[in-house]
């Protein structure tokens, strides 16, 4: 099972990752300034998981596909690694699907 990973940047700033449950991060947060604001962002995460929309397939510049997952607002909550290739990007997708939405939450 996976669970959200929440941590505290050198810059002061509040992130957390979805990890799966082999210890891959599957997305990773933006920095977030308060606590309760990363909280904010990880409940969206959990309610957000599962819709099909919110999800933008995208491919970096380097030509690697990643996803990014977007809250009602049309705001990034989080960003996935970089695949190599649009199947391990859609596995991605639906790793995130499958564990967010009861994932614990525990501090690095």
Same mark, same amino acid.
């Given at each position: 099972m996976g669970k959200f990973v929440?941590?505290? @940047? #050198? #810059? @002061?700033? %509040? %992130?957390f990752n979805l990890v799966a449950g082999n210890g891959q991060v599957i997305l990773s947060s933006e920095g977030y300034t308060t606590t309760a604001a990363r909280q904010n962002g990880i409940d969206s995460v959990k309610k957000n998981a599962g819709d099909d929309t919110r999800y933008e397939k995208l491919t970096a510049a380097n030509g690697k596909p990643y996803f990014t997952l977007k809250a009602s607002n049309g705001q990034v909550i989080g960003k996935s690694q970089m695949y190599e290739n649009e199947a391990g990007r859609d596995n991605g997708i639906a790793s995130v699907k499958s564990n967010?939405? #009861?994932a614990p939450v525990a501090e690095e």
């Open positions: 929440t941590k505290t @940047g #050198n #810059n @002061g700033q %509040y %992130y967010a939405p #009861n």
